[in-house]
């Protein structure tokens, strides 16, 4: 069973930066897809950011130009960087590692993140 594991959440002072790592337990280039999601206190899970193997990444409107999705091979570990934050990004940030043959999707515990204004 494949374990995903999140962490660098926080709290920090808006116009901060954060940087989320997304660990797993096999080698991530064995996923194609790898998105980080986040669930702000009381909302529906939105996702935030996608990257996959062949180097596309995208981004959701509300945090383009401040956050980027990272990863590191070697480390097995998907990053999202996190810029000038605002309050409303607090939320719960989750990472989903998608293998497409066979399809199956791997959600790590989540981290919170706490911007204060």
């Known amino acids: 069973q494949v374990q995903v594991v999140e962490s660098g959440g926080g709290l920090v002072q808006a116009g901060g930066s954060l940087r989320l790592s997304c660990a797993a337990s096999?080698?991530?280039?064995?996923?194609?897809?790898m998105n980080w999601y986040r669930q702000p206190p009381g909302k529906e899970r939105e996702w935030v950011a996608v990257s996959t193997n062949g180097g596309t990444t995208s981004y959701a409107d509300s945090v383009k130009g401040r956050f980027t999705i990272s990863r590191d091979n070697a480390k097995n570990t998907v990053y999202l960087q996190m810029n000038s934050l605002r309050p409303e990004d607090t939320a719960v940030y989750y990472c989903?590692?998608?293998?497409?043959?066979?399809?199956?999707?791997?959600w790590g515990q989540g981290t919170q993140v706490t911007v204060s204004s």
């Open positions: 989903k590692l998608t293998t497409i043959l066979p399809r199956n999707d791997y």
């Open positions: 096999e080698r991530i280039s064995s996923f194609s897809v």
